[in-house]
């Protein structure tokens, strides 16, 4: 998904690691926190800021805050 307005992307998080050859199996959501319950990868999505050349920061969302930024362009650091 792409929202060509901010400039921000959402890739499959499962298909990012396979294009890596990283292999997880969970990891945890970036809106819902370190505290929440580990999120299988391939139900995880990523966000970046595609202006953003050095990547650093990229945000994992589980299903429920990647259908929410997609509705609304919510972004889980609050820019």
Same mark, same amino acid.
């Given at each position: ?31 819902? @926190? ?38 609304? @362009?919510?972004?889980?650091? @609050?820019?």
């Amino acid at each position: 998904m792409t929202d060509t307005i901010a400039h921000l992307s959402l890739d499959n998080y499962a298909d990012v690691l396979a294009l890596a050859d990283i292999v997880r199996a969970t990891a945890h959501c970036s809106a819902c @926190g370190p505290d929440s319950h580990p999120v299988r990868t391939d139900a995880l999505w990523v966000l970046h800021d595609r202006t953003d050349t050095s990547l650093r920061s990229p945000e994992l969302l589980c299903a429920h805050h990647a259908a929410e930024w997609q509705r609304s @362009g919510w972004h889980p650091a @609050g820019s």
